[in-house]
């Protein structure tokens, strides 16, 4: 019987693959500048250089979305903003995701798993449509 390897908890250095399955982290943190742009921050354990996709949607029709890659384990998303205008005042559904590890760089899916099998984790999931296993945070985001 061959030991099933633990997860690893640590952030994984993009120069030196583990092969080791870990929990994918995402935490994110959302401030709101003088003109009312909104900029949300993201921090993961996910390699560095894994290409993020947010979006923010509001119930009144606002939606934006960016994309960042990691680095040094973060990635700043916007700023959000309606024409310039800053957002207003009420509760916006946030999305923080990575696309499907076969659309990630060869350095990001060595980490990963060539088909994100290294992931584990509530935030990963599979696609019903090609089973191809992808990350993705929902939240909701209150903006005052």
């Known amino acids: 019987m061959t030991p099933t390897p633990k997860a690893s908890s640590t952030p994984i250095e ?3 693959p583990t092969g080791i399955p870990f929990d994918v982290s995402i935490t994110y943190e959302a401030t709101r500048g003088a003109n009312g742009q909104v900029t949300v921050t993201a921090v993961s354990n996910l390699p560095d250089g894994a290409e993020l996709m947010t979006s ?3 119930d009144a ?3 934006g979305q960016t994309k960042a890659f990691l680095d040094n384990g973060q990635a700043t998303f916007g700023p959000y903003s309606d024409d310039g205008a800053g957002l207003l005042p009420g509760n916006y559904a946030l999305s923080i995701s990575m696309s499907k590890a076969s659309l990630q760089s060869t350095s990001v899916r060595k980490h990963i798993g060539e088909d994100g ?5 509530s935030l990963v999931q599979t ?3 090609d089973d191809g296993v992808y990350v993705s945070l929902d939240s909701v985001l209150t903006i005052g």
């Open 14 to 16: 993009t120069d030196d």
């Open 56 to 58: 923010l949607r509001s």
């Open 61 to 63: 029709g606002y939606q």
């Open 117 to 121: 099998e290294f992931m584990t984790g």
């Open 127 to 129: 696609s019903t449509i």
